[in-house]
């Protein structure tokens, strides 16, 4: 419940001091809730993966991927499969010092690590190719 609609609530109902009371708390208690939800979603996904890493069961973030960037877009492949990606597909991109990440979507990137590319001149070309072949409605990021 939102603050206006306790309000709506209190107002309405011409109330006694008991209704006060009730809806101060459920206000108190929704807040109290919309507060704490982020850090819970954030301690069930580091279970989750601690469980993950404890099982084993991460082999498919250790195995080699391979992109291939080209005129057309990029190509990325690893041992199970090839997905390919059209220039028109990337909707967001951010430059950091780690890496360029290319966003297909919100939750989904491409992650290019600046650490295989060898030389700064190197990383300075492969974005400076990577901006020529982005649509003109990538948001930019981070840069």
Known sequence: ??????MYLILADKISNLHFLYYIVIALIS??????TPFSVKRTIRKK???MVKENKTSFFEDETILTIGESGIVD????SETSYKWEAIQKISYTKQAVYLYTNSLQAIVLPNRVVSETKQLKELKQFIDRH???STEVLDQ
């Open 77 to 80: 492949r690893d041992r199970l």
């Open 31 to 36: 807040g109290l809730y919309a507060f704490l």
């Open 134 to 136: 982005l649509p003109l």
């Open 1 to 6: 419940m939102t603050t206006a609609q306790v």
């Open 49 to 51: 993966v601690d469980r």
